[in-house]
């Protein structure tokens, strides 16, 4: 479908995504889930716009006001754990979506190299609904392939949204290549991916700013 680009023109979502980046901010895990779920709720009113809509009335003090309601029915999923934070941010827009999870952490090898392991992943029907798929860093765009072709097994979508907050260029490419018929929404888009696959300047690993350490 295409690729929006949040910080391609200048909004509050600039601010949102310097804290996020910036080493001194990360310190305070609350202010980067806030960070991260703010960028979310932004991508969510821009998904909003695209879609469909019924005619409502509605009963003020008053009167009646003729409104419009989402017509479509929404499923937001996430991978997690760093998606947790922009999943929140999402349900703060689409408070009536559905959810969907899916559990996802790179194996890493001795050489460096590195596979993706998807340990669980739990939905409801997708069929004919509105999926939305968040995961704060697309770096290579493998976590995010490989979640979509889980999720075929819960029915076939309407329409696909896939939102992150930091993208590679390569990572954004790749994903646009397997699913063209996606859309992508970026909150900033950065040139350099390492040879061990991190985003450069990027901002660090997400899940351990938002939730601290693992082992």
Not at 98 to 109: D, G, L, T, V
Not at 120 to 128: A, F, Y
Not at 185 to 202: C, F, M, N, Q, R
Request: proline letters at 4%.
């Amino acid at each position: 479908m295409a690729t929006r680009v949040l910080t391609d023109q200048p909004s509050i979502a600039n601010t949102f995504l310097a804290e996020l980046r910036d080493v001194r901010i990360q310190a305070d895990a609350m202010r980067f889930r806030t960070n991260l779920a703010r960028i979310g709720g932004l991508i969510g009113y821009e998904i909003s716009k695209t879609l469909r809509y019924k005619e409502i009335e509605t009963e003020t003090p008053l009167g009646i006001s003729k409104s419009k309601s989402i017509k479509d029915d929404i499923v937001i999923a996430s991978i997690l754990r760093a998606g947790l934070p922009m999943h929140n941010g999402l349900l703060d827009v689409f408070d009536k979506a559905e959810n969907a999870f899916i559990s996802a952490q790179r194996k890493m090898h001795k050489s460096g190299d590195f596979e993706i392991e998807l340990n669980k992943v739990t939905s409801p029907s997708l069929e004919g609904k509105v999926l939305i798929l968040c995961d704060p860093m697309l770096a290579t765009g493998s976590s995010l392939d490989l979640s979509l072709q889980a999720l075929e097994a819960y029915g076939k979508p309407s329409v696909i949204h896939i939102c992150t907050a930091i993208a590679s260029r390569a990572g954004m490419e790749h994903v646009e290549r397997l699913h063209p018929e996606a859309m992508i929404w970026i909150g900033d888009l950065d040139e350099e991916l390492t040879a061990k696959s991190y985003i450069v300047p990027g901002l660090g690993d997400a899940g351990d700013l938002a939730f601290g350490p693992k082992i």
